[in-house]
RNA sequence: GGUCGAUUGGCUCAGUGGUAGAGCGUUCGCUUCACAUGCGAAAGGUCGCAGGUUCGAUCCCUGCAUCGACCACCA
């Protein structure tokens, strides 16, 4: 053995031999309960990060279960991304002066495709350099058509059941993504800003957002407000435009802020919109999605057209020349904004497909509360979790992208002439306009074969298959080019990729019927939401049973002063060139060692050597043995006895250090079935370092050379269990041991699978 | 505005209802034949503040302070 330990010289080799093992691949025994985790799939559009080698915490929970000789499945994956990859995938069409729109978007589809293709490969790579042992004949990558099919049958079983509905509601949009987005990926910014104060006749109202006063319906009020109460029910007028609109009251307005009088705009504003609807109030949207105002005959004429921010500036402009625009005052506020390309979101009235949350998260929250799904740590996130789960609203799971499978909707072009199209013509040219007008110039067999995108009304008919017309005959038929909501994919993932038959459960692969429910899903707090809570819905809505046993909240790794990592602040640091420098098992260990339930990981280079020396001081603890073995003319395990209690010539010390491995031995168990990684792996590495080697070791050194073979014995004893302790969390080392041992023990040739979990008896 | 978390030796952080722990750093001594990615020793904390419960609190409860995160609203 090497003076240290080369895990360069070791690392590849092993991780192949596990891999032509088999041991990644559990089969199926009835007789055993099963121990099966997914991973939460990474993006394919992007190389992994710190975060992703935090799945060192299920490696070692499925390496401890493997171990203890449960069938044990660690499904991995790779995810689409929808709209983060075709945000990455366009900043790259960028680059070379090209945008989404010079493509119809089955060109699209296959650059994007061909893209991912290579991310994904570079991904998987990396794991395999973390070491983590997850079953590669079972990895699934979203778009794959067996997993597409399974999610399309859910929509359309959703569909059947009543729970997915085409709306119209107010959306947050992003203009330059081109897509709505759910609630929970808008972000809020702080900026600085001006209230502008303008006269509406009879009333003042103050907003920030003056380029939308063509669009308000009403000016409100708040019940309470005396000073308005004599105004109630007459009418205030749109200055520019002198359109009269009536003067309403909502609990909702804040008097103390601005005027107390404010505009209503329904398209355009969520509170807007929420007091549109119950007052009954005509909607009228002036933003089209390119973020121009619309040539609509409200718009004064040298607005339209305009970007939302020149339209702005152009309406002030006209205001202050009108004698309109009282007063302005600086105002810092937040303003939502997309969470991938950070442009203003604007809310607007766009029709959308929803799923009915209600109905699906109530059973969701019931199974968390009868246990049945337990959260660690359970008091903060279980919290977080029905705080959710509890105020949920309708899902949107419409995308405008092109990365992803399009919604299994068609639509009759003869029933629906209105619908809006983009397409792109013979010539190369983008051609915009409603089908009805198209259709005098265009073939329908032109606008389908160079498709972008079209837009049907909220009352378009349609149906769920793309045989001839029902009502009408035609064959002129296009598929929705709204794309699914990835969550809507991923919350289906533990279904999916284990085989589920979604028409008839019955049918369901053997693998489904044996490893679902799946037993720990291990993941980041930051997509409880997003992912967590969809799975339990779609699991609880097709199976009636969990998808997962255990919910368990892993750390987040942030940079040394705390901060969160991210690309944009350049604090990155790659587990890659961790793995490169100090080996994967200290990078593993580092990530693992002392760090408490759920709390942040500050990774530092010195953390990870401090690890790496841990790894080293095994080797060499190990490589003393393998030595005094040697040196005792020992040819294998055969010529030493077995370490037992009753043998002759034990010693009180030789006693005191098994009866610590034992007490140790049973601690790692207890902790590792609590979730506690981080108190496990500190007493095992003070049992290692300070109870083996610097005492125990130590002290036997003058036994040794007088050929006692009982503390030879005690050593390899001890060795051995810790190794088979120490393995889950840094397997290269311990199996790389094992295998330079081969001579000092029995069979099994692999470390991770055919020797058992030692007992602390 | 609401919720949650953090506050422990110089730094980074574990932890427990019964007189404080680790790693790194620091100081001193070691080219000891497993390891200088090492060995031996040492210094260093009234566990944020104020109350309460308890025979006893760093740990439980209440309030406060500071930092951080998340959610909601922001016309």
Known sequence: MDKVFDQKKYEEKIYSMWEKSGVFSPKINQKRKPFTVILPLPN??????????????????????????????????????????????????????????????????????????????????????????????????????????????TFKKLHDDGLVYRGERIVNYCTRCGTAFSDLEVVYKEQNSFLYYLDYGPVQIATTRPETIFA?????????????????????????????????????????????????????????????VKNNLQIISIIEQTGRIKSDPRVPDEIQ????????????????????????????????????????????????WFVKTKPLAAPAIAAVKKGKTKIFPKKRFEKLYFDWMENIIDWNISRQVVWGPRIPVWYCFNCNSQIQISFINKNKECVKGVYETLSQRYSFDEISGGLQSILAPKNASYQLDNKRCHKCGSDKLLQ??????????????????LGIDVDNIKKSSEDFKYFYPTSVLDTLWDILFFWVGRMMMFGLYLTNEVPFRVVHIHARVVDQFGKKMSKSKGNVVDPIVMVDKYGADALRWALVAGVGPASDIAISDDKVKGARNFANKIWNISRFIDMKLKDAAVEDYKSIPEFSDKMKGVS?????????????????????????????????????????????????????????????????????????????FIPFVTESIWQELKSQRKSPDIMLVASSWPSGK
């Open 480 to 497: 929705e080019t709204d794309t699914f909501d990835t969550w809507f994919l991923s919350g289906q993932w533990p279904l999916t990729t």
């Open 44 to 153: 394919a559009n992007d190389p992994m990060h710190m975060g992703h080698a935090l799945f060192t915490v299920e490696d070692i929970m499925v390496r401890y279960h493997r171990m203890l000789g449960d069938p044990t499945l660690w499904l991995p994956g790779g995810d689409h991304a929808g709209i983060e990859t075709q945000y990455v995938f366009e900043k790259h069409l960028a680059s070379e002066g090209k945008s989404r729109f010079d493509f119809d978007r089955k060109t699209l589809y296959k650059m994007i495709w061909d893209f991912c293709d290579k991310n994904k490969d570079l991904n998987k790579n990396q794991m395999k350099l973390l070491g983590f042992s997850m079953d590669w004949s079972r990895y699934h990558y979203s778009l794959e058509p067996r997993i597409v099919a399974k999610v399309l049958k």
């Open 652 to 728: 009180p010390n030789d006693k005191k250090i098994v009866e610590k491995l034992n007490k140790i031995i049973n601690l790692t168990s207890k902790y590792l079935e609590s979730y506690k990684f981080g108190l496990a792996s500190e007493k095992l590495y003070a049992f290692v370092w300070h109870d083996f080697a610097d005492k125990y070791l130590e002290s036997v050194k003058k036994r040794l050379e007088t050929n006692d073979l009982v503390p030879l014995s005690v050593l390899r004893h001890v060795l051995f269990n810790t190794l088979k302790l120490l393995h889950p």
């Open 305 to 352: 057209g305009l970007y939302v921010n020149k339209a702005r500036q152009k309406t002030l402009e006209l205001l202050e020349q009108n004698g309109k625009l009282v007063k302005k005052e600086p105002l810092t506020h937040s303003v939502g904004v997309c969470y991938k390309c950070s442009n203003v979101i604007e809310p607007m009235i766009i029709p959308q």
């Open 216 to 276: 308000d319906v009403a000016v409100a009020v708040n019940p309470k407000d005396k000073r308005y109460n004599n105004l109630v029910g007459k009418k205030a007028t749109i200055p520019l435009i002198n359109f009269k609109i009536p003067i309403i009251t909502n609990e909702n307005i804040d008097i103390k802020f601005g005027t107390g009088a404010l505009k209503v705009t329904p398209a355009h504003d969520t509170l807007d919109y929420e007091i549109g």
